[in-house]
């Protein structure tokens, strides 16, 4: 069965250091994937999504993903975090078999970022 | 700007109470969704339906109702058969039902029992 995991639920990261979440997935093929990130009391909003090609892809916000098809990971990276960051972000991959119990994507449970000054 | 409305922003039902919650749409996507959000448990499907006047059950129906006879509306109705209601409840639609398909969300509703 398809799942997406998302390690860390809780990430602390000084204001200007490096960032990067983690998500693995489980799947038969080469898979959609997709970041979100959510503010609090907000919706989701779409940061990047990776189909096919270049395995590193450029997102809104500064932020990046790679696609590792031997590690299954589609790790979020940014170079240099700002407070603005501070947020939920989740890991989601598109479903081959949509039309069952799950609708199109399956979501990772989210990872928490806080940025310390 | 096209995109996702829900309302209200909070809603607070009575014991015993249906409650629907509104989700609009103005991208003339074809599919919807209802999420609801418990802290530490990310996103968990209600329901989804793919076109008009079709729905389908996601993983957690139970206590919950929907209809889908506009394209861009697709209310959701907790019931009272819904013991734990309170929540953060999240409307998306993508455009098609394929796995290549984002979602785009609302800004979601905070429904709390009084």
């Known amino acids: 069965a398809q799942s997406v995991t998302q390690p860390d639920i809780h990430i602390t990261v000084s204001e200007g250091a490096s960032l990067e979440l983690r998500c693995n997935y489980s799947y038969g093929a080469t898979p959609y994937l997709f970041w979100y990130v959510q503010s609090p009391g907000q919706g989701l909003q779409l940061l990047l999504k990776y189909f096919s090609g270049d395995t590193l892809v450029q997102g809104i916000k500064g932020f990046e993903a790679e696609f590792k098809r031997s590690q299954s990971s589609f790790n979020l990276r940014k170079p240099s975090v700002h407070w603005s960051d501070a947020a939920e972000y989740f890991c989601a991959v598109g479903l081959l078999n949509y039309g069952g119990s799950q609708g199109n994507l399956i979501f990772g449970k989210g990872t928490k970022l806080s940025v310390k000054p | 700007d096209g995109g996702i409305t829900q309302s209200p922003k909070y809603l607070f039902r009575k014991e015993g109470q249906n409650v629907t919650l509104s989700c609009e749409q103005n991208l003339n996507h074809d599919a919807m969704y209802w999420y609801r959000q418990d802290p530490g448990q990310g996103l968990r499907l209600i329901y989804y339906?793919?076109?008009?006047?079709?729905?389908q059950k996601g993983d957690i129906a139970e206590g919950y109702s929907v209809s889908r006879e506009k394209k861009e509306s697709f209310p959701l109705t907790v019931t009272s058969a819904q013991k734990n209601p309170t929540a953060f409840y999240l409307c998306a639609s993508s455009r098609a039902s394929g796995a290549d398909q984002p979602q785009h969300f609302g800004d979601g509703t905070r429904l709390s029992i009084l």
């Open positions: 339906s793919q076109i008009v006047n079709d729905f």
